[in-house]
């Protein structure tokens, strides 16, 4: 009777200590685990941060292109505008030297010709300005697109990985366990066989 409390005992501790063992394994790996998926989490948050701030920036160019846009439009009216005063000022003053019998509509078709060189001018000037903007445009366009396929695609290939990562892990799980038992049994014996 004393033999199988002993044997009672015995069994009773070994089951705690396997309890125990098995416990320590399966929260070492749960731990592995949570890191895994907590640095998961650490890049993706970092790849949404790193296209937002392409985002912000790129929306920040385009209003600033805006703004200089903006100013020279502002600049081209200032110009229209002194373009007209001097013109007016040319029409008095060649009233007062010409003849009253110079027709008018010469004096129209000279104003129409200033204005047209000018446009002219305006146009020339802002031609280079414009292709710049759109190019400018259009590289920042393909270069966040380009970043979130890059960004997508990596996602996917991680994924893709993730599924035999996490076999991995649970066959590494089971092959500690396993080992863990093996070698719990293996020292069993070895102390009866003392």
Do not use: C
Not at 39 to 60: G, H, P, T
Not at 94 to 99: A, L, N, P, S
Request: hydrophobic fraction near 35%; avoid cysteine.
């Amino acid at each position: 009777m004393a033999q199988k409390k002993i044997e009672t005992v015995q069994a009773a501790k070994e089951a705690e200590e396997s309890v125990a063992v098995g416990s320590f394994v399966n929260t070492f790996w749960d731990q592995f685990e949570l890191s895994r998926v907590r640095a998961e989490k650490l890049r993706e948050n970092s790849e949404d941060a790193y296209i937002n701030a392409l985002r912000e920036v790129f929306n920040f160019n385009k209003q600033f292109r805006k703004s200089v846009a903006n100013l020279y439009q502002q600049s081209k009216k200032t110009n229209k505008e002194m373009v007209s005063e001097l013109m007016q000022q040319f029409s008095f003053g060649k009233e007062e030297i010409m003849d009253e019998n110079l027709p008018i509509n010469e004096r129209e078709e000279l104003k129409k010709q200033i204005l047209e060189v000018s446009g002219q001018f305006e146009n020339l000037a802002l031609t280079p300005i414009k292709s710049v903007f759109h190019i400018v445009d259009q590289l920042e366009d393909n270069f966040e697109k380009n970043a979130e396929s890059s960004v997508a695609f990596g996602r996917d290939q991680r994924n893709a990985w993730q599924q035999v990562g996490k076999e991995y892990i649970k066959f590494a799980r089971d092959t500690h366990l396993n080992i863990i038992d093996k070698s719990k049994n293996s020292l069993k014996e070895f102390v009866k066989m003392q």
